[in-house]
């Protein structure tokens, strides 16, 4: 089956920048919309960011537009999300998922629906003020 390898998370200090990575592996065909979860402590898990793998279209969470960027690198099978201007709230553990749901009609994924995803076995990130 699909596995999600992550990596890149690690201490830092407000301000500072992290580079996260997913490496997909187990099957031969993409999922259309992936993305980045976290989850702090205490809380529940929430959408950071989505890409929409056939043609790119990105889409983030209000609060890390601007300072955070998905992508992808088909020819790896890899996920990244490039976080800069690292705050103290954004400290989570931070989770690749694949298969997310894709709404056809409306051409877009829909991160809220969570059954079927996959997940990666998430990596800790933490900014100190």
């Known amino acids: 089956g699909l596995q999600l390898t992550e990596s890149g998370g690690g201490s830092v200090p407000s301000g500072g920048s992290l580079r996260l990575s997913c490496v997909s592996s187990g099957r031969l065909y993409s999922s259309f919309c992936m993305g980045w979860f976290r989850q702090a402590p205490g809380k529940e898990r929430e959408v950071v960011a989505t890409i929409f793998t056939g043609g790119g279209t990105t889409d983030y969470a209000d609060p890390v537009k601007g300072r955070f960027t998905i992508s992808q690198d088909k020819a790896k099978n890899a996920l990244y999300l490039q976080m800069n201007s690292l705050k103290p709230e954004d400290t989570a553990v931070y989770y690749c998922?694949?298969?997310?749901?894709?709404?056809?009609?409306?051409?877009?994924?829909?991160?809220?629906?969570?059954?079927?995803?996959?997940w990666g076995q998430g990596t800790q990130v933490t900014v100190s003020s």
């Open positions: 998922a694949s298969d997310i749901f894709y709404n056809i009609d409306e051409g877009r994924c829909v991160p809220d629906k969570t059954e079927g995803v996959y």
